[in-house]
């Protein structure tokens, strides 16, 4: 009896620890960036420039994908609460008046990969949360 | 858009130049250099009255704007960016292509919640929610901004200005903070502005003095952003020969608020200003003068699709707040009454066929002149007092 109540507290702290793998769009960091997850609020303003360092003072470097990419509609709705024309609209405000640069646009999502594995202090998305080599995936907290 | 990492030479060069100071940090991995731009047509066609261009009964293609902007960023604190300018708008603006701002941008003190910096050169002027980027066709609510509080025969003026502004941002629970203050040396000297404060192109030389600038600005959890915006300006004038004003002088003042609230695909948005001009001196041809302007305006914007936007605006611009039909300044002067007012309810489409392509379409009812630009406008006894503007826009991005 008490065998199988521990068999199921396992069961249900795997499903727990799982359930951030099974959402549809991970973020993910250069192996560089300290930590293993990041809060909501701090998401949103390195998306919404800002925030420029992290908290060790290292300069973040954000990437995005195309405005109309569906893994880019899918992260700005689900992971920042924001339509991907209101951050264009934040960023065109920003960046045009001199007063941040804007984020560096890739082409697809193996470029995201190649680029936040290349670049220290980097910041950026997948549509999966498939593990990759030098990638380091961050759990919203 | 084009990016690529700045050769590590001037990189050395430029920190070598800077170590002596020493919070200096040099660890941005990302690229060091940014360009961007834009380019834009517009149509524009009235039943009565001429904007930007010879639009009444016809079809004005008078109206182009394209930039080109670029930021560099030697060190992690240091960024310099700047925008060259193309525009024409009618008789107004003529000047085509011209250095829209240079400036130099220095954060000081900087943690992952907190900066504060100081931007130097000629520098982008802080006044409510557009101004900064109100030459780039994307960041506007409509093909025209509102022309009570962003008129753009005054626009010299608000652009940008020789000069300096710290500038601080914070983000806490209860929301991020930004401010600015600054000082600076506005533009006076154009025609446009002359027609603002002296009621006609002049003679001589109405010379910009040092001007403050602050904006305070709140951006609540609740997609709520409030801010408020203060210029205090001065400018002196010094006559042509011949010329019937004399050396007279101008103070200029505005206090504007802003309230903005997002709501899923709805943004609703007010700004309401109170300018305060002051023309003193000027000679028995351009006798002293005191008036308190109003400028409010409504919006509403609506992203019922992805790609598409309903905009609807009703405008209100009053020259004089103690004369808002303008009977008394008619009575004193013999001039149409409804050069004083002007009542603008705008109806707008925007849609963005591709992430670099938007086409807009907007169409205005005006009761009033009051905002009519003077140089296309000159005779004020042709003006009509209600007439109707249609415009077609189509932008470009790169």
Known sequence: MTHARFLFRRLVLLLLLASPLAVSAGIIVNPGVEGRSISAASLRNIYTLRQTLWPNRQPIVIFVLPDDHPAHEAFAKEKLGLYPYRLRQTWDRLSFSGMASTPIEVKDENEMRARVRATPGAIGYTSKDTVYDGIKILRLE | MMASRFSGWNSLLLSGLLATLPAWADDLAGPRYHVQGFAAQGLIGSSDNRFFGDSEDRVSTDFTEAGLHGSWQPLDALRLSGQVLYRRAGESDQDGLRLDYAQADWQFYQTDVTQFGLKLGKVKL?????????????????????????????????????????????????????????????????????????????????????????????????????????????????????????????????????????????????????????????????????????????????????????????????????????????????????????????????????????????????????????????????????????????????
């Not at chain 2, 009570?148 to 209860?174: C, E």
């Not at chain 2, 011949?242 to 002088?249: E, R, T, V």
């Not at chain 2, 109170?274 to 028995?284: I, V």
């Open chain 2, 126 to 398: 802080p006044y409510g929610l557009y101004n900064e980027t109100r030459d780039v066709p994307f960041t506007r609510p409509g093909i025209l901004l509102p022309q009570s509080v962003y008129i753009d025969n005054s626009r010299d003026l608000l652009l940008a200005a020789p000069g300096m502004f710290v500038h601080g941002a914070s983000v806490q629970k209860y929301g991020a903070i930004d401010f600015l203050l600054g000082w600076v040396r506005p533009d006076f000297d154009s025609e446009s502005v002359e027609y603002v404060f002296l009621g006609n192109t002049r003679p001589g030389k109405l010379q910009g003095k040092g001007t403050l600038g602050a904006r305070l600005r709140w951006d609540a959890p609740t997609d709520t952003t409030l801010m408020l915006t203060y210029a205090d300006a001065r400018a002196d004038y010094s006559p042509g020969s011949p010329d019937s004003l004399a050396a007279g002088k101008i103070r200029f003042r505005n206090l504007l608020a802003t309230v903005q609230q997002r709501l899923d695909t709805l943004t609703l948005t007010a700004e309401y200003g109170q300018p305060q001009g002051n023309r003193r001196g000027f000679g028995p041809a351009l006798p002293d003068d005191s008036r308190t302007v109003q400028a409010f305006y409504l919006q509403g914007e609506w992203r019922f699709r992805p790609a598409w936007e309903l905009m609807l605006r009703h405008d209100i611009f009053y020259r004089d707040r103690n004369d808002k039909n303008g009977r008394q300044f008619e009575a004193a002067t013999g001039l149409p009454a409804h050069s004083m007012f002007a009542r603008d309810s705008t109806l707008g489409l925007r849609w963005d066929a591709t992430p670099s392509l938007m086409l807009r379409a907007e169409y205005h009812h005006i009761d009033g002149t009051g905002w009519l630009p003077g140089p296309d406008n000159p005779d004020l006894f042709s003006r009509e007092q209600r007439w109707n503007m249609w415009l077609l826009q189509a932008a470009y991005r790169f």
